[in-house]
């Protein structure tokens, strides 16, 4: 899940499904935008940076050239196929055709499957082949000689972004460096391991489709048909998926009758981490084990320790960072601050707006400074962009993580106010657009807002979530304290969905009554989060972990950056880290081979 500038999130996401690693797409986070930059989902909400994406930056006439974007169908592995599920729109009702027949009673879930670490698979799948012959009929009747082999399931469990596409089970930063490395160095020991992706619904490409109300709006994303969107029915999507394939593909009973048992383990990142863990708590019949990493499983309304954790963040020398960093970043906010908060509206203040809309230029100049509501956007969250939860020590770009950011501000000779303008116009030389109600306008507009999932995963945090990223005036936020209180994002459920306050609050206790949150009462989940991640506060570690899930630190590590692409220069602890999730996985599914008499095998030579 550092502040956001409003303005990238729509153009981004499409320049985002061809190349993740963009580097204009690590200049916003917010965890509206959901998109996981390259580092994951659930980024801090800011006004700016979902403005900043409707702005002409990545407009047709770019200067990017298109063709200079590696196409991820090019990557090294060409077996992924996109595959879709009929999913129950609501797997809560009854199982009978709905009477209102102006709402779909099913739609196309998306999923992507790859069989590359599947011995004695031959035959490739074509798009148009039928997923239950093509696979049971060539691979489980195929029988070479005697000798048996362990078969797997693996599943990455899709959520809020980035967009999935084949990618997902070659390279991406959502399974990557733990689930599809793992496949391969299990197949290399003579085991089968199947590698599954599962689109969450209302994202990508797994919106239900629904015909046009009274008011001839067809958006899926209305306040009355975001509804079907939750975590709970994510759950029953993965759950009815998993029986499904059982079923067509290892040719399981689906009334419990097994001929044999298959092992699923699911894995995910931040949210997906989060339905990773859930998953296993609330159907272990299907998922043996889980992988859940950096995920937030204790859902709060306010989380002003996301930005007290930045701060900590910016003075951590491991990382770069230094209290000389933290100081200048902090008395910079202040000096902005008392700049702006004068009571009265006098030729001083007024001089004062002027000068600031220059130095951080200001989108419509100091009439934007001239409204509450935007000084708010523009203090609450920081007016530059902190890679806390990205934080990646060997990028290339030139402002990319803590340590260039810190070096930056540490070696300049302005003030800490001139430093930080500075640092913000280096950035991204494009206006800052803080317009409150522009974007208010927009996230109450479904079909403004339905691109990218924003409006979806708003969504989420107002009937289920919090996760608000606040600033308030006596916590160790160091941006400007006391203009992001819980009463911004609050007003935004209401204004977008209708939603009160107090429903909010009552929608994330429900939450984590259901699951459990820190009490959380399962087995099998292994729980991973890296110690410089903001969210690693509502993760489960040493402190709320108990019998049968286990948790570790990634020191160093950002928001579950050892499930990107394994690098040459990742360093010792993601090596660490990634060994870990290994050993336990394989230990978990090696014990229950032993005990299983009926398991899942394919012969092999």
């Not at 693996?154 to 967009?163: A, I, N, S, T």
């Not at 990107?564 to 602890?573: L, R, S, T, V």
Request: hydrophobic residues 35%.
């Amino acid at each position: 899940l550092a502040t956001c500038d409003l303005r990238l999130a729509t153009k981004a996401r499409k320049i985002m499904k061809k190349f993740e690693n963009a580097s204009l797409y690590l200049t916003f986070s917010l965890f509206l935008i959901l998109t996981k930059l390259s580092h994951g989902t659930l980024n801090p909400f800011s006004v700016p940076e979902i403005l900043k994406a409707r702005s002409n930056l990545f407009e047709e006439n770019s200067d990017i050239d298109d063709n200079s974007i590696p196409k991820k169908e090019n990557l090294e592995h060409d077996d992924v196929k996109e595959l879709t599920i009929k999913q129950r729109l609501d797997h809560f009702a009854s199982h009978s055709q709905p009477n209102n027949y102006d709402m779909p009673f099913s739609f196309d879930q998306r999923y992507f499957y790859s069989s590359r670490y599947v011995h004695d698979y031959e035959t490739r799948i074509p798009e148009n082949e039928n997923f239950h012959n093509l696979i049971r009929g060539s691979m489980m009747e195929k029988v070479v000689d005697s000798a048996e082999t362990s078969t797997y399931a693996f599943l990455c469990v899709g959520g809020e972004g980035p967009y999935l596409d084949k990618s997902v089970l070659i390279d991406s930063v959502h399974c990557t460096g733990d689930m599809i490395e793992l496949a391969r160095k299990l197949h290399l020991e003579g085991n089968n391991v199947h590698m599954f992706a599962l689109e969450h619904r209302y994202y990508g490409q797994s919106y239900p489709i629904f015909p046009p109300d009274d008011k001839n709006f067809t958006s899926p994303v209305t306040n009355e048909r975001l509804q079907y969107l939750s975590s709970r029915q994510a759950l029953a999507d993965l759950a009815h998926f998993v029986e499904f394939v059982n079923k067509d593909l290892f040719d399981l009973d689906p009334n419990g009758n097994e001929k044999a048992t298959l092992k699923w383990v699911t894995f995910g990142g931040s949210y997906p981490g989060v339905l990773a863990a859930w998953s296993r708590l609330k159907f272990p019949h299907l998922v043996y084990g889980a992988v859940s990493n950096s995920a937030p499983v204790e859902v709060k309304l306010n989380f002003g320790e996301y930005k007290e954790k930045v701060a900590w963040d910016l003075a951590n020398p491991l990382i770069g960072g230094s209290e000389q960093c933290l100081s200048i970043v902090q008395k910079g906010h202040e000096d902005l601050v008392t700049e702006l908060s004068n009571s009265d509206f006098s030729q001083q203040l007024d001089g004062a707006r002027e000068r600031i809309a220059e130095m951080f230029n200001i989108c419509g100049g100091s009439e934007s400074l001239n409204v509450e509501s935007n000084v708010n956007s523009f203090l609450g969250d920081g007016v530059i962009y902190i890679p806390a939860q990205e934080n990646d020590p060997n990028c290339a770009g030139d402002l990319c993580n803590i340590a260039k950011i810190c070096t930056m501000l540490t070696s300049s000779e302005l003030s800490p106010m001139e430093a930080l303008a500075s640092l913000s116009i280096a950035q991204s030389n494009s206006c800052k657009n803080i317009d409150w109600e522009e974007f208010i306008d927009y996230i109450s507009s479904p079909e403004k807002s339905q691109e990218d999932g924003n409006r979806s995963w708003l969504w989420q945090t107002c009937t289920e979530m919090g996760f608000y990223q606040t600033c308030e005036a006596h916590s160790k936020c160091p941006f400007g304290k006391g203009y992001h209180p819980i009463e911004v994002d609050l007003e935004i459920c209401e204004r977008a969905f209708g939603i009160k306050a107090d429903v909010v609050q009552l929608n994330v206790n429900d939450t984590n009554n259901y699951y459990g949150g820190w009490n959380i009462e399962s087995s099998n989940i292994f729980s991973v989060n890296g110690d410089i991640d903001p969210w690693s506060v509502l993760s489960l570690s040493e402190k709320t972990s108990r019998v049968g899930m286990p948790s570790i630190w990634s020191v160093g590590a950002s928001h579950h950056f050892w499930t990107h692409k394994i690098q040459n220069n990742d360093g010792d602890e993601i090596s660490l880290t990634r060994k870990e999730i290994y050993d336990w996985v394989t230990g978990l599914l090696r014990e229950a081979d032993t005990k299983i008499e009926g398991k899942v095998t394919i012969k092999r030579s």
